[in-house]
């Protein structure tokens, strides 16, 4: 990713917020209008991820952590430095989703709504978090595209079969934007995602899953990004603790070449297997809403 992209990327942010504080005052929504300024303005934060504001954002963080990383360099930074960003990012979405949008209950599959009320701050912190840690998929070419498209394709579906038009047509746009680059990234890859894009993609799709009220299916759609996080934690632990390795490399994909399978085959069965999970997490999402 480009300086140019992340200096675009913070444009982009600036100028939704000014519209949003902007718009209220000099375009007051008539009563029952959909305030599409305050729905789509934590995605468009996202969208200003994919373009390089989440590397901005890091190395700034760094440099006031550590007072010694350039600001825009494109090093990667410590996992303390991105887990504090993402707490930080998921505060202020907490903030956004509970004061400003009013939310303060989440739906269980098949259950009644949950009342949380405060709590959706933390909850939120807390998705944000494990999906930022879930950027070790990238380790492929080809594998955080594909699954991220698929997901993404899924929760266009989800929107649009909810009405949410405005959400399901940003949702079909980033699957787009995906696809675009997955064109390139296939093997052998000529473009790379690498934390800029996974970062700015997991922050998005936090937003999404709130906008769509389906944080507790999240898990189900989003599988391949659940496991391979799994299989660093659970490592890490096992090494700590037992003394010795559950795999033979963490994240799991790379396990997976260790015993032999090549590369490609690894993808491809990522793939199927996100496919598979994105089509039962939109049912089950859709089928408990009646």
Same mark, same amino acid.
């Given at each position: 990713m480009s300086h140019r992209g992340g200096r675009l990327g913070l444009i982009i942010v600036l100028a939704y917020v000014a519209v949003a504080l902007a718009a209220p005052v000099l375009a007051p929504y008539p009563p029952g209008a959909v305030n599409l300024v305050g729905r789509l303005a934590p995605p468009a934060i996202g969208t200003g991820n994919l373009l390089g504001t989440d590397q901005l954002g890091r190395d700034i963080l760094s440099r006031l952590i550590y007072g010694t990383r350039t600001i825009l360099t494109l090093a990667p930074i410590s996992v303390l430095a991105s887990v504090t960003l993402g707490t930080v990012l998921g505060l202020i979405g907490g903030y956004w989703f509970y004061f400003k949008l009013g939310m303060d209950s989440v739906s269980l599959p098949f259950i009644e709504e949950w009342q949380i009320g405060f709590?959706?701050?933390?909850?939120?912190?807390l998705v944000m978090v494990a999906l930022?840690?879930?950027g070790v998929i990238d380790g492929l070419d080809g594998l955080s595209g594909g699954i991220m498209a698929i997901i993404f394709a899924a929760y266009t579906g989800i929107a649009y079969f909810q009405s949410q038009i405005d959400? =399901? =047509?940003?949702? =079909?746009?980033?699957?787009g934007g995906i696809l675009a680059f997955l064109w390139f990234n296939i093997p052998?890859?000529?473009?790379?995602m690498s934390?800029?894009?996974?970062l700015g993609l997991?922050?998005?799709l936090t937003v999404v899953a709130f906008l769509t009220d389906s944080v507790f299916t999240l898990p189900i759609i989003a599988l391949p990004l659940l496991i391979t996080s799994l299989s660093v934690i659970i490592q890490l632990l096992s090494k700590k603790i037992r003394g010795r390795k559950v795999f033979l490399v =963490?994240?799991?994909?790379h396990h997976f070449e260790a015993i032999g399978w090549p590369a490609y085959k690894v993808v491809m069965r990522y793939w199927v297997i996100g496919i598979i999970c994105g089509l039962i997490g939109m049912i089950l999402t859709l089928i408990?809403?009646?």
């Open positions: 709590w959706l701050v933390p909850l939120f912190v930022f840690s879930s959400l =399901a =047509a940003f949702c =079909a746009v980033v699957t052998p890859a000529r473009f790379y934390e800029t894009g996974i997991t922050t998005t =963490a994240p799991l994909h408990s809403k009646f």
